[in-house]
């Protein structure tokens, strides 16, 4: 069964940390580009952060630069996202995908391929 599963989510104070995991079953991640995206109550889906198929390349939404970081683990099936000094506005449910390019990830998330089921992140005192 392709799939891709997250984990680590769970409920953190305001300057706290999480550190997130996304782990493929049934194909490789090494052939895709990879990203994270999240979806607040009441809000659209909006891209995190991407990663290219080899790593070299990154992005993330303003909001976020400077305290998450991507990463994946080609060795392991496995991509990450490491959130510090969290915020109220970080709370969501975040989305583990894979896709063919770091563009697709960025500009066209409807063309990502494989998509996780999400993992509720929860920032709040």
């Known amino acids: 069964q392709l799939q891709l599963v997250e984990s680590g989510g769970g409920l953190v104070h305001p300057g706290g940390s999480l550190r997130l995991s996304c782990a493929a079953s049934?194909?490789?991640?090494?052939?895709?580009?990879i990203g994270w995206f999240r979806q607040a109550p009441g809000k659209e889906r909006e891209r995190v952060s991407c990663?290219?198929?080899?790593?070299?390349?990154?992005n993330y939404l303003d909001s976020v630069k400077g305290r998450f970081t991507i990463s994946r683990d080609n060795a392991k099936n496995t991509m990450y996202l490491q959130m510090n000094t969290l915020k109220a506005e970080d709370t969501g449910v975040y989305y583990c995908?894979?896709?063919?390019?770091?563009?697709?990830?960025?500009?066209?998330?409807?063309?990502?391929?494989?998509w996780g089921k999400g993992t509720l992140v929860t920032v709040s005192s």
């Open positions: 995908a894979a896709g063919p390019s770091i563009t697709a990830c960025r500009l066209r998330p409807n063309d990502m391929n494989y």
């Open positions: 049934g194909f490789t991640l090494d052939g895709y580009a």
């Open positions: 990663i290219s198929k080899i790593g070299t390349i990154t």
